[in-house]
T-cell receptor, first 114, second 115 residues
Framework: GEDVEQSLFLSVREGDSSVINCTYT??????LYWYKQEPGAGLQLLTYIFSNMDMKQDQRLTVLLNKKDKHLSLRIADTQTGDSAIYFC??????????????FGQGTELSVKP | KAGVTQTPRYLIKTRGQQVTLSCSPI?????VSWYQQTPGQGLQFLFE???????NKGNFPGRFSGRQFSNSRSEMNVSTLELGDSALYLC??????????????FGEGSRLTVL
């Protein structure tokens, strides 16, 4: 089946690291994504990882993928108040090896306290 | 490079009416996907179009339909509106080519309120 689970809330202090976790069920996922949504806005792609990778680092963002456990995490180093937003994990389901739809988690609301 | 543009941004309709939402993808992108976002159900996939053809469809009733034009612009239509159709409708574009990462670039959405 297709399902992506995330915890709903995370609160951290400015300067700390944030870790947002996600589990997915479809083992045929090719790409996994992290999107950020600020109030009143659409979704902004933060980063993605191909399913044959274990880790990807992009400036303050580190993505870890445990394919055996179907677990994905996003670490934000030196979290700032501007990072406060909802973060969505998504997996790409690609029937027919073309395009494909994304299955999104419920989103994790990250609150960064000064 | 202009992003994904959705119109209108906000609209209010009453039950039983129909609505048409428009999406202009990033220049050069040939795939357009539509998602519905609600507090209860989260983000749910509606459909995807590529080169004027529907390539994928989510689990929504037939009241939800869409189309894509030769310039890749897309419209979605919801007929016989119900209160539960109140949502943020997000359009996303991608290059849509097989084998490419296929990341989606989202517009800011059309917020539909059904009274």
């Amino acid at each position: 089946g297709e399902d992506v689970e995330q915890s709903l809330f995370l609160s951290v202090r400015e300067g700390d690291s944030s870790v947002i976790n996600c589990t997915y069920t479809d083992s045929s996922s090719t790409y996994l994504y992290w999107y950020k949504q600020e109030p009143g806005a659409g979704l902004q792609l933060l980063t993605y990882i191909f399913s044959n990778m274990d880790m990807k680092q992009d400036q303050r963002l580190t993505v870890l993928l445990n394919k055996k456990d179907k677990h994905l995490s996003l670490r934000i180093a030196d979290t700032q108040t501007g990072d406060s937003a909802i973060y969505f994990c998504a997996e790409k389901i690609s029937p027919y090896n073309q395009g494909g739809k994304l299955i999104f988690g419920q989103g994790t609301e990250l609150s960064v306290k000064p | 490079k202009a992003g994904v543009t959705q119109t209108p941004r906000y609209l209010i309709k009453t039950r039983g009416q129909q609505v048409t939402l428009s999406c202009s993808p990033i220049s050069g992108h040939r795939s357009v996907s539509w998602y519905q976002q609600t507090p209860g159900q989260g983000l749910q996939f509606l459909f995807e179009y590529f080169s004027e053809t529907q390539r994928n469809k989510g689990n929504f009733p037939g009241r939800f339909s869409g189309r894509q034009f030769s310039n890749s612009r897309s419209e979605m239509n919801v007929s016989t509106l119900e209160l539960g159709d109140s949502a943020l409708y997000l359009c996303a574009s991608s290059s849509g080519l097989a084998g490419v990462t296929g990341e989606l670039f989202f517009g800011e959405g059309s917020r539909l309120t059904v009274l």
